[in-house]
Nanobody, 120 residues
Framework: QVQLVESGGGLVQPGGSLRLSCAAS????????MGWYRQAPGKQRELVAA???????NYADSVKGRFTISRDNAKNTVYLQMDSLKPEDTAVYYC??????????????WGQGTQVTVSS
């Protein structure tokens, strides 16, 4: 009913930049939260950054000052600009959206994940 499609992952050298995108589509009435999580091998999935429909943002301490989350509410799309990347940022990045459907159901949806590898 709702799909999240991510793009923009890849291989980058330390200090480099990447921009992730995630577009939501389907029977959407409204999206209240959109954000990014990541999961490195052997570790739990963790919040990277999130942004509400009202504009409030939340960042993990480890990415503050380096990553920037933005949203285009008209396009149901969220972006993650990642600068000054470090090897410890290597992980699978997942898009997350809190969605209310046209049938009045509310739940979280997840993208399929996109690999980000920071290595020289």
């Amino acid at each position: 009913q709702v799909q999240l499609v991510e793009s923009g992952g890849g291989l980058v050298q330390p200090g480099g930049s990447l921009r992730l995108s995630c577009a939501a589509s389907g029977r959407i009435f409204s999206i209240y939260n959109m954000g990014w999580y990541r999961q490195a091998p052997g570790k739990q999935r963790e919040l990277v950054a999130a942004k509400t429909s009202g504009g409030s943002t939340n960042y993990a301490d480890s990415v503050k000052g380096r990553f920037t989350i933005s949203r285009d509410n008209a396009k149901n799309t969220v972006y993650l600009q990642m600068d000054s990347l470090k090897p410890e940022d290597t992980a699978v990045y997942y898009c997350n959206a809190g969605v209310s459907t046209i049938w009045g159901q509310s739940r979280d949806y997840w993208g399929q994940g996109t690999q980000v590898t920071v290595s020289s």
